[in-house]
C-alpha cells in the first residue's frame, strides 16, 4: 500500500468556508424510531420504484416494498417492522412528487431473513454479488443516487482497471463521510474489496482531502499491509474534488470525455457509504435501510452526525438535534454548494442525503441579480473549463441551440460560478434550466430519429 | 482598329454562347412550381407561428396544394383565411372555428398564496423546477410569464401573479400550451363560455388550504351538465369542449367557485 498526493492539479476549483468544526469531533449518533416513517418510491436516479402493498399490511425491517421498474431504478425496502398507513403522492426534497409508503412503527425493529449473507464472498461468484446489490436497493449515496448494480455492471466492451472509492467530501459543512471513516474503516475496506472482485479491477484508490489527516490514519489501519495496488491518495482541499469526474482526473490524469462516464475510461467510482452499505448488503445480508447524515448548522442547538433511517422527516431530526435557536432563514437538503432549499421540513431522508443544513439570517443574503460585467472569475472557477458567462446570458435569452453548442451538458452544477460571480447571477439555476430543456430536445430529436428509421 | 473588332467579336461571341447555354439550362432545369402555392402563400396570415403542425405558412400552403391537406387549419387566419383558401381551391369551406387560449387556474395573488420566497430566474420552468414551485397549489399557474414571453403577439398579460389571455387579441396558436410547465392552457373554441377554472387534481381540504377558488371535487357541476359536457378526472371537474354547454346555473352552484362565464367573442 502506498500513500501520497494526486499528481493532477484540476481545472478551476473555489475554496469556500467548510465549518466542518461544527460536528467532525461528534460520533455518529444512532437516532431512536420517529412516530412515523415517509418513504419515497423514488430515493435514486431513475425510474421510481413501484409500491407492492396496502394500507393496513405488516412489514419487517428490510423488507420489500417498492420494486424497481427498469434498469436504471432501485428496490425500496422497509426501514423498520410496522404497519403501512398510508401510500399517497407527496413532494420529495427535490420538489418532484412520487408515491410515498407511510410507515407507523411497532418498535419491535424486527429484520426480514429476505436475504442471505454471503460470508464467504471471495469465492462467490460476481453475478451472485451483484444480485445481492441489486435486491438490496443499493443506489450512490454522495448525492446523485445512480443504482450500485447499474454502475458495477459495465458492458463487456469497457473493462474496469480502476476503483475510487470516495472518501474526499469536499462539501462544505458535511462530516458524515468522515465519521464513517473514522469509525468504520475496516468495514469500508471490505466493501472496497468486494466491489473490486465484483469489476476484476486491480487497482484500488481510496481518495480523502488533505484536511482530514484522521480519516487517513484510520484508512491506513484498517488496509494494513495491503499490496502496491492500493493506494490511499490525498486530495488538496479544494471544492468540487469530491465531483466524479475531477476526482478521477486528479488520481489517474484520465479524462472522461463529453456526454461519457467513468467507465469510458476504465474507472468506477464509489463513495465510502455506498462501499459500507455494499459490504452489509453482501456479509449481513441487509438491505438499505438507513444512513448517516450530518444535521448541522449555526442555529441549531446540537449540531450531529446521525445514523437515521430512509423515511424520517426532516422536522423529527432537527428535533433530535435540539431543534432551532431563532430563527432559521434557509433550509438545505445537502451541502451549501450543490445542495436543494427547503420549503417546509416535511420531506424525509432518502438514500441520498447526505446532510441537512440550517442557515442563519446573517448567512443568507437575497440578491438581485445584475447584468454580466464579463469578468471572467466564473471561467476561472469552472471545473469542466466552460463559459458560464457566455452559456448564462444565451440561457437567459433563451437560445438553447447556441449554449448547446457551448456544451451546456457537460455542466456538472458544482456551483463554483454562482460562488465567484460579483454579479450574483443565478448561474447554476440557468444551467439547470438549460440542460433541462437541450436534454428534452436530444431526447424529441432521438424520437424522430427512430421514427424515421421505422419508416 | 483590327484589334477593338476582335476583342469585340470574341467577347461578345462569349457573351451569346453563355446566354444560349444559361437559357438552354433555364429551360431544361427549371423546378415545376405550382403557381398556386405562391398565390395561397398571399393569402395566408405568413405569421409562421407552426400552430397547422407544418414548419411554417410555405409549407403549409405546399402541403394544400400537393397533398390536399384540409385549408381550415390555420388557426391565426381564423374563418375568413379559411373562407378565401376555400373559394381559391374550388373547395367546399369545413367547418372552422375560432380558437383561442385559456388559462385553467384562477388563483392571483390573494386567492392562492405561496408558501416561500423565490428569487431566482423569473420564469415558469426554472421556478417549478426549484422545490416544486413556490406556490402552495402544485397545479397552479406561477405567474412568471413564460407563457407571455412565447405569445407571437402579445395576447397574454400577468395580471396580480395570475396569466390572464386577452381572448380578443389571441390568434390561438397554442405556443403557450406547449410552454406552460404545469400544463394549464388548453387551446379552446372561443365562443365558449362556461369554463372551470381549475386544474388541481388534489382533494378537497387539500385544494381549500392552497386556494379560495380552487375545484374541491364536489361532482355538482358534472352531474347538472348536459350529456355529460362536464366530466370529473378524479377530484377536478373538466369541460369537455366537444360537448355544447350553456348552463348558466352552474356558475352559481358552484361551491369552489372556480365555474365562471365568459363573453361571447365568436
Redesign the interface.
Known sequence: MKTYKAQYKIAGGVHPEYHKELTRDKGIEIMPLPPLLHVYMSQHLGAHAKPILKKGDKVLRGQLIGESTGFVSAAVHAPTSGTVKNIEET?TAA???TQTVEIEPDGQDQWTSSLTPISNWESTDSKVLLNAIAAAGITGMGGAGFPSHVKLSPPSGKPIDTIIINGAECEPFLTADYRLMLEHAAEIWEGARIISKILGAKNIRIAIEDNKPEAISAMEKAIGTADDSVHIVILPTEYPHGAEKQQIFAITGRQVPSGGLPMDVGVVVQNVGTALAIRDAVVNGHPLTERVTTVTGLPLAQPKNVMARIGTPYSDLIKFCGGINGVAAKIISGGPMMG?????LDATITKTTSGILVLPAKAVT???AMPCISCGRCVEACPVNLMPCDLSQML?A?DYEAARDCNVMDCVECGCCAYECPAHR?LV??M??GK??VSAKILEEKAKQAGKEKK | MNIIVITLLVIGGIGLVCGILLALAANFLAIKEDPRVEKLLEILPNANCGSCSFAGCADYAKAIIVDGVAINMCTPGGPDIAKRLAAFMGVELQAMERKVAIILCGGDKEKAPR???Y???A?C??AN??????KIC?YGCLGYGSCS?VCPVGAIEISNDLAVVHEDLCIGCGLCAKTCPRGLIKIIPAKRTIHVLCSSKDKGPVVKKACKVGCIGCSICSKLAPNEAIKMDGFLARVDYTKDLENIELVEKCPGKCIIKKHDLK
Open positions: 413532494r420538489g418532484t412528487f436543494l432549499a427547503q420549503s417546509s437575497f440578491y438581485e437567459e433563451e443565478p439555476q440557468y439547470r434550466q433541462a430543456r | 408558501r416561500s420566497t428569487n431566482g430566474i420564469d420552468t426554472a423546477a426549484v422545490d416544486g414551485g413556490d402544485r414571453r
